[in-house]
């Protein structure tokens, strides 16, 4: 399963992965799209190809949207305790306008529509949010897990973020795409020893951090952890030995010569030019 913002919703991206057998792709979809049904069958033979696409689908006209194929009501308690009310509206089948290149006619998706309201008020707390789901599997998933699927998106984005600040994810530069992976690897595996070692760690803020000074904070981030984590590795100790001078090295052998690094074209980005300044030219 992959789950991305609105940025991966175009039809680019999804018809690269819509035919994949065991891909499901659940992307959130910008209010302003405008969707189609599926075309109704016609029995008698009509001149050129059938039809692809049906009625409109707009998200932001009520009018436009027929009768849900599925709504889930349940609730949820955020981290804070507060009690909120999920509903989840689902159309089946829905389709995309696609192009000659694209043919996304030929991957219909399941619309899902989330929204969370205030279980005394009712009032709609934030705006509805929309999600695309394709996949020839997605049907497998009930809509609780493809919402919480992609909830847990954010949680990802924390961890990039934190990787590439605090250790060091995209320092290493290499032309070799292998040693790239590998490294990527390392900061993993040093996210999980933070992870692992959340509950050993003593509370350590900053002075200027006055909500970090509770004796018992609530919750410990991936960053205060790192603070004392050189106390608990210490303690741990290394099976390797003190390193030791050995003079200076040989360096290469004569006649060895390394493979010089392959050249790219640089890609520049340049300024569109528009129709009407082309023609007045």
Known sequence: MLAADSYYSQRQFLDALGSKPNAIIVTRARSNRVFYRQPEAVEAVQRGHRRWYGERFDLKDEATWHD??????????????????????????????????????????????????????????????????MGQRRHELTLMDLTNAYRQRFDLEHMLRFGKQRLLMGSFQTPDVEHEENWVQLTKLAYVQLWAAR??????????????????????????????????IRQIGTPAKTPKPRGFSAGRMPGNLREKRKRHPVIKKGKKIKSSSRWTA
């Not at 955020?78 to 192009?99: A, E, S, V, Y």
């Open 68 to 133: 849900a194929d599925e709504i889930v009501e349940t609730s949820l308690t955020t981290r804070r305790g507060r009690n909120l009310d999920l509903t989840i509206t689902c159309w089946h089948q829905m389709l995309m306008r696609g192009t000659k290149e694209y043919p996304m006619h030929q991957h219909p998706f399941t619309l899902l529509r989330v929204q969370i309201t205030e279980p005394t008020t009712g009032k709609l707390l934030w705006r509805p949010m929309w999600l695309i789901v």
């Open 199 to 232: 509950e050993l760690v003593d509370n350590l803020p900053r002075p200027w951090e006055k909500y970090y000074h509770k004796k018992y904070h609530h919750s410990i981030t991936p960053s205060l952890v790192q603070r004392d984590f050189y106390r608990i």
